[in-house]
């Protein structure tokens, strides 16, 4: 009886799920340490360039009109060495949804008309 040729393994919604879940995951610890050092409940991170294989690195942005040039340093202490953002930018006012959560979306938008 012959072997039927290997198949690829097929994605499925649990595979994209979990996937996804563990990129917030570490999305949102980047965030916690983020917000614990800076004093603004304000800040998204977002994962930036957008490469092949996933983010090239991570960029906060954190609504807060003081920059904090110690920011990196205290985040640094926290974080291991691949998880600590790129940049950081501070914003007056970061754009936010129709039901006033912060927009990632537009976020995202905006460092791609930049690049």
Same mark, same amino acid.
């Given at each position: ?5 290997? *198949?690829?393994? *097929? #994605?499925?919604? %649990? ?5 996804? !879940? !563990?990129?917030?995951? %570490? ?20 994962? %930036? ?13 954190? @609504?807060? *009109? ?14 291991? @060495?691949?998880?600590?953002?790129? #940049? ?17 979306? !537009? ?5 791609? @008309?930049? !690049?």
């Amino acid at each position: 009886m012959p072997r039927k040729p290997r *198949q690829p393994p *097929q #994605r499925t919604k %649990w595979h994209v799920y979990y996937k996804l !879940a !563990a990129k917030l995951e %570490w999305v949102g610890e980047i965030e916690a340490v983020v917000r614990k050092h800076c004093g603004s409940d304000a800040v998204v991170a977002v994962g %930036w360039p957008s490469t092949a294989s996933g983010y090239g690195g991570v960029e906060v942005f954190i @609504e807060s *009109q003081v920059e904090n040039h110690h920011l990196r340093d205290a985040v640094r202490s926290d974080l291991p @060495e691949y998880m600590v953002p790129r #940049r950081f930018h501070f914003r007056d006012k970061l754009p936010r949804n129709p039901n006033g959560k912060l927009d990632r979306t !537009a976020i995202s938008k905006s460092l791609d @008309e930049k !690049a």
